[in-house]
């Protein structure tokens, strides 16, 4: 933790400073576990009494919040200052440091100031990997690998040959991206193999959680564009794209050629077929079923299988909840009518 | 195996021998693939032709139960006895024996007495391993991790910095245990990272299958009581408390800060929300989906998403199922009424 | 790459010819990254202008098809043809190349000519490995296993003891074959560990994906028959049984003692529950979710959770999404005969 003082911070985050400003924060907490120097948050007046209870000098407010005996820093959105705060006083454990003796590095890659490169890593011919970039231990970058400047790569990933990654992209232990897409052509009474010979493409700033696995293109490209964050045992498959700043949460599956938009919020469990467009700035419920060749039009929220608008779902499910009642005045209808 | 007789046998379980109780058994097996000392059982009387023609000398039978030509071992719950004998009968392979050279062990780690360790493992710095404990080629153990005593490691595992666990857990391949967890905040147009800085604690005689994964804490902990089973593919974010003798089937998440309480049963590809409660003792079918902040009294079973008791969904679907035929009831109706 | 001619690939493919039959083909491409030595193909006259478009000169086209200027290939399924066009143009890239000095060999396995080991593998003692069979890095094969001739483990496959492979195998990264299942026997307050004792077998020409998980059989055997295609992460539980050629798409999960047939569909996100039987030639929906011991007829298409006939779910759910509909001619009705 790099300490600092209450005012600094509030430059810092732009935020309102009320009572001593010189109040040293070197750390963040759950305001339970914080000490005097942990920096806390309210998000939510219900939570005023956890705050004032807590031994935190400090705490990031919303507007209209005063605390008795804190330091307040009163911003827009609270939560989201004691996010920046936290980037700025923790520092990443290093995931690596140096270039370990057992890393097996082909004499070709070619390694930019800074990397670091942990025990038992291959790194396989023609790799490219900008400054700063940390790569856990037991990872596998396959031949021909681009990646930016300081990612970072925990222990144990895999990218296969040809993936191309941008810069800040953080890969979580167990993910593999670039592995060959699911595509068979049925023939003969038998599936032969379809051509898993394209790429894969992550921009800068995304986040692929553990487990993840991300398909190469069949021909052309899988794309995951920047700013994208995927939670755990997350699968894309070939040739999909994944627009700007698209979250998605975990288990959720993308099937070929599936193209989601920018800004797009995809829940956990989620399926997605092949061939469906996502456009920007939609939301799909957890667990849904978005059927093949689909379009969520942009910025509609949708839900179930097969996936539908929400205002719609919740009018049609208020009725099955009901169906045993509809099904009993039916019946007393038949009888008064015959 | 280790050889023993069936009065030994008889007397370790607590059951009642018929026949000859000198007969040697020195391992188990399903009746059909069973030599004379293997024991089998039978717990419905419908596998009486099963148990008969075995070649097996020893069935562990229920009350009220005969067999030509067998010894029988009679007790109240005869799979229960069957696991029971298992667990004396075999011998769990080992996954390591000794300190293998190639295993990265830092000089500060703390391994007590009868601690294996696989070739190619990674033990970082402040360690601490408990006695007998097995670590599996390939696994990376990160800084302070604290793990008890008799655990078994299968090869590949990643335990992230700061993790704690019991004694006698079980883990198996491709697990990973305290990743970050997938905390966000939106703000100006992306993803601002939430601290992800807490721990996780798992409980003694924990199993966490193959390929699943476990989050820490963001503030605060991740928490796996005792005596938990976790299938293949299991995701449990941050935050997320899950009660002891807890069971949940394959592929099921469990979303961030939900609590979960003992002796609970969760089927597989279940999707559990934020903010959850599910007490003790209740049941969720596969593939139900529990919504945000929803709350499962203790004992009650639910199915379907979203959620509901199951009498409730088993009536409510009994009308679905017969939707064509009240639609062209009603249709009739409304002609004789015109 | 291996050059041929637009001739030989012809004769190779049983195509009938029209245009220039010494045209070179060096490769396989989409349309849009075609070279003139890339081979594609079009399968819908739909895609006349793309393929007309192209660079190629080469087309692998369907009867009544002629294309300006290009030489094409007719043949009945241009997908299919393309396919095994790829087949013989690409040669698959080198996942290992010769035994790695860091590969850990027990003395007691034994090594058929042409087999590849890469870099910190570890093969335990016993395990036997056919001809031209190729290891990844980190792979892991346990005691006593076999793998046959030409199979591809992917770096990062672990294989536990005992287990059997056919040959010309593939395994993706992060896939898990034969750990434990998932069998506890409930007594006393707490669960006992039923024996995993079993085996899993796996024929020739099987594909496994990434992170995908396969149980040993708890006694007895997992199967998965020759021809077999499962996607990334999919779950196979113990003593579970695949017939031949039957394809699993991703995320999908079998429960224990389940029996799959030959020729099977399954979609993504499926959950078939335990002792279920899904007979050969049908085809499971996505998302669907069949319950324990249910049985899918040869032939029948199924959709839904509970899973029934497509046919059926369709006309259900047609008047679920009528339901609200319904609900108001039913008030109608009622207001009418009061």
Not at 50 to 78: D, F
Not at 198 to 218: K, L
């Amino acid at each position: 933790m790099k300490k600092t003082t209450a005012d600094e911070l509030a430059k810092f985050l732009g935020a309102r400073i009320d009572g001593d400003g010189s109040a040293l924060i070197s750390g963040i907490a759950a305001p339970e576990d914080a000490g005097s120097e942990d920096l806390i948050y309210m998000d939510a007046t219900k939570h005023r009494e956890r705050a004032e209870a807590s031994r935190a000098r400090c705490v990031i407010v919303a507007e209209g919040v005063a605390l008795k005996s804190k330091t307040t820093l009163t911003v827009g959105q609270p939560k989201l200052a004691f996010a920046k705060a936290a980037g700025r006083l923790r520092e990443a454990a290093p995931i690596a440091a140096g270039r370990h003796a057992t890393a097996l590095v082909d004499v070709t890659a070619k390694l930019a100031s800074g990397v670091s490169i942990g025990p038992y890593v291959v790194i396989e011919a023609d790799v490219e990997i900008g400054a700063n970039t940390e790569i856990g231990a037991f990872c596998f970058i396959g031949r021909g690998v681009r990646i930016g400047e300081s990612c970072r790569l925990f222990p144990r990933v895999n990218v296969y040959a040809g993936a191309k990654f941008g810069s800040r992209v953080v890969v979580h232990s167990g993910a593999v991206i670039g592995g060959d897409g699911f595509g068979y052509v049925y023939g003969e009474g038998e599936y032969v193999k379809f051509p898993q010979a394209g790429t894969v493409e992550i921009g800068d700033d995304v986040e692929i959680g553990s487990n993840a696995t991300i398909a190469r293109g069949s021909l052309g490209k899988t794309r995951i564009e920047r700013g994208v964050k995927l939670d755990n045992m997350v699968h894309v498959a070939h040739n999909v794209c994944i627009g700007e700043h698209t979250i998605i949460a975990a288990q959720t599956g993308i099937s070929g050629s599936s193209e989601i938009g920018d800004h797009v919020v995809i829940g956990g469990q989620v399926g997605v077929a092949d061939h469906c467009t996502i456009e920007s700035g939609s939301i799909v419920g957890a667990q849904a079923g978005i059927p093949t060749g689909k379009k969520i039009r942009a910025g509609e929220t949708v839900w179930g299988t097969p996936a539908r608008p929400l205002a719609r779902f919740k009018k049609q499910y208020a009725w099955f909840e009901r169906l045993p009642e509809l099904a009993e005045r039916l019946r007393k209808m038949e009888e008064r009518t015959e």
